[in-house]
């Protein structure tokens, strides 16, 4: 990515971005170099500049990655190096799971991946199976979300979910459009039990027809829908085939769909697989229709061999800043911003454009 922290200052100065969103671009993009026993880690880090203003990172462990988590003079903390130079301090150390739910946003939205994401395969990329699976929990029915839900409230000394803002189904792994259409209801149904009538979004490539979105309408609003687009060449070699078969016309006309139906929607996009000139280009044809910031998530190689499947030049800095540029041009007069609770892998942290970045990031 860059040699040492002189040549990160010079590129902050080139490209008018804070060193601290370079540092953490290419810290998502390396890895971390650790002695802990895991596949893959998340924690908290402040940053020496930003010492109150913490972010959250899940990263792929990785013994040649240039950034180095080493133990601290104090208990439960650990101190991040990058070529001798410590960038911050890290606590709250977990090994990455694929877990069956999970907070963000300060407590106040919820993940649920209530078909066992752990299970899913077929897309090239994925790091589902280098994960150790901590979803194994069978929530398809009512009666077992609805017990599930008990013991997790309880477990987290709350009453209900009605402090929820929202509830992100995260999952690929229905059967058909149909079974994924009856999960969300079901979904939707069984919280309402616990308290919960706020967004719920589907995190996904499974509803794709109008009969879907009106009944969803109907028995589910408020809801979103977040298309899990993931890359734009490659397709049928990247992904797996039902995801596949979505082309980008597809993609463009099931996100207006949703918003013509009165949802929000946007998508989800893996940045580090394309040329850079085609994500510039592509992501320019959605600018207009989608209705929130796209999540784009930077590639993350869990194992060696998913290196190579990163375009040529995406193992430069240069290719992820170039293209930050590029979008913040895109996007400055459009009403919505990157929510950084919403991607902890993202190309912005700090600053989009000239703007601070204040919402709340984990």
């Not at 650790?34 to 500049?49: D, E, M, Y």
């Not at 988590?69 to 150390?93: Q, W």
């Not at 969803?216 to 979103?224: E, H, N």
Request: with cysteine; proline share 5%; charged share 30%.
């Amino acid at each position: 990515m860059f040699k040492n922290i002189k040549q990160a200052k010079q590129l902050s100065k080139e490209f008018k971005i804070p060193i601290e969103d370079i540092l953490l671009i290419s810290l998502n993009c390396c890895g971390v170099n650790t002695n802990l026993p895991f596949k893959r880690i998340r924690f908290r880090l402040a940053l020496k500049s930003k010492p109150y203003d913490e972010v959250y990172l899940g990263l792929p462990v990785h013994y040649d990655s240039p950034f180095r988590l080493l133990p601290s003079a104090f208990p439960d903390e650990y101190r991040l190096f990058f070529d001798n130079y410590e960038i911050g301090k890290v606590r709250e150390i977990e090994n990455d799971t694929c877990d069956a739910t999970y907070f963000r946003r300060n407590k106040t939205y919820l993940t649920l991946n209530s078909n066992s994401r752990s299970k899913c395969r077929g897309c090239a990329f994925c790091g589902n199976v280098n994960l150790d699976p901590n979803d194994n929990y069978d929530l398809t029915t009512e009666e077992k979300l609805r017990n599930y839900l008990k013991e997790f409230l309880h477990n987290h000394k709350l009453s209900d979910f009605s402090h929820l803002v929202g509830v992100g189904i995260c999952t690929g792994c229905f059967r058909d459009e149909e079974e994924t259409l009856n999960h969300i209801l079901l979904v939707r149904k069984v919280f309402r039990e616990f308290g919960f009538n706020n967004e719920i979004i589907y995190i996904g490539s499974q509803i794709t027809k109008n009969r879907s979105l009106r009944i969803l309408k109907q028995s589910a609003s408020p809801f979103s829908l977040y298309l899990t687009l993931e890359c734009f060449r490659r397709r049928k070699i990247l992904l797996k085939p039902l995801k596949a078969k979505i082309t980008l016309q597809k993609a463009r006309e099931i996100i207006k769909r949703a918003i013509d139906t009165g949802f929000n929607s946007t998508f989800l996009y893996i940045l580090g697989l394309d040329p850079l000139e085609v994500v510039v280009k592509e992501i320019e044809r959605f600018a207009n229709i989608v209705s929130r910031f796209p999540i784009i998530n930077l590639f993350q190689p869990y194992v060696e061999w998913q290196k190579k499947l990163r375009d040529p030049f995406a193992s430069s800095i240069e290719y992820y800043l170039q293209i930050r540029k590029e979008l913040e041009e895109i996007f400055v007069d459009k009403p919505f911003r990157p929510r950084p609770w919403e991607n902890y892998r993202s190309l912005w942290y700090f600053k989009f454009g000239e703007e601070e970045i204040r919402d709340i990031r984990i």
